[in-house]
């Protein structure tokens, strides 16, 4: 099982970003699939999750502003991020599981991540 994030980058308080998480090695239409990201010297925090049946769940510091999808035909999962602050600045990861669908950083698969900076 490999993911590999990308899509970060720097941007502007206010502005937006799509991050992308390639997935291969299985079919992840079965898998809950989520978003986490670390701040430095902070807990990884988990952001957004999606499961199988596309049921979306959200942090509270997110939600309205980022919308977690996914496009099973290409293994693909996406974050798209509106109405960034700077507090959103972290390492983005995705991440997925068989058995879990929370926001619990406790996933079994990992990709290695991509950065977001949101400057004031």
């Known amino acids: 099982v490999q993911l590999v994030e990308s899509g970060g980058g720097s941007v502007q308080a206010g502005g937006s970003l799509r991050l992308s998480c390639a997935a291969s090695g299985y079919t992840s239409s079965s898998y809950c699939m989520g978003w986490f990201r670390q701040a430095p010297g902070k807990e990884r925090e988990g952001i957004a999750t999606?499961?199988?049946?596309?049921?979306?769940s959200y942090a509270d510091s997110v939600k309205g502003r980022f919308t977690i999808s996914r496009d099973n035909a290409k293994n693909t999962l996406y974050l798209q991020m509106n109405s960034l602050k700077p507090e959103d600045t972290a390492m983005y990861y995705c991440a997925a599981d068989t058995a879990r669908c929370w926001l619990r950083p406790d996933f079994k698969y990992w990709g290695q991540g991509t950065q977001v900076n949101v400057s004031s």
């Open positions: 999606i499961d199988s049946d596309r049921i979306t």
